[in-house]
């Protein structure tokens, strides 16, 4: 089973962005194409206001239902601080911007482990920052990736 959580946020209190909310619904329907196999009841799409901290946890947490591909895909402001790197969400605040990076990797590890492929995709500045939360080169889930990709035709 497909899961796919899909956030997009032009409603920024004090900046705005635009675009944000209408590439995350034209993702989402690129999603539930029949070549991509998402039905539309496995795709949450949160926009703007809708888009807040406690409501893409829980839904990050839902993606615990995926068995074959849990898929988180952002749009709108990304922040960096000495805390840590955001997905900055309306209810964010100076203290706590949104939803922090590492937060994201550890309910991944602990939460959608038994996935089959988690890819996330992040569409804001500083989502190079990113990497750093990463699972490390050579784990379990890199090794199976690179086996697969490695395989002789034929095999599977």
């Known amino acids: 089973m497909k899961k796919a959580l899909v956030i997009g946020i ?5 900046d705005p962005l635009p675009n944000c909310e209408h590439d995350a619904r034209e993702f989402a329907s690129v999603l539930q194409m029949a070549e991509y196999g998402f039905a539309a009841s496995d795709v949450c799409i949160l926009l703007n206001g809708d888009a ?4 893409i946890t829980a839904e990050l947490t839902a ?9 988180i895909y952002f749009a709108g402001h990304g922040q960096t601080t000495d805390i840590g790197t ?20 550890k309910i991944t590890e602990r939460r959608l482990a038994h996935v089959e492929s988690v ?3 992040l569409d804001c500045c500083h989502a190079g920052a990113a990497t750093i939360a990463c699972r490390p080169p050579g784990d379990l889930f890199e090794q199976r ?5 490695g395989s002789p035709l034929g095999d599977g």
Do not use: C, H, K, W
Request: hydrophobic share 45%.
């Open 86 to 105: 955001f997905l900055v969400t309306p209810d964010g605040t100076a203290d706590n911007e949104g939803v922090e990076i590492r937060r994201i990797a």
């Open 52 to 55: 807040t901290i406690p409501r």
């Open 145 to 149: 990736a690179i086996e697969t990709l």
């Open 63 to 71: 993606l615990s239902a995926a068995t074959e591909l849990a898929l």
């Open 10 to 14: 032009d409603e920024y209190p004090s």
């Open 119 to 121: 890819l996330i995709m």
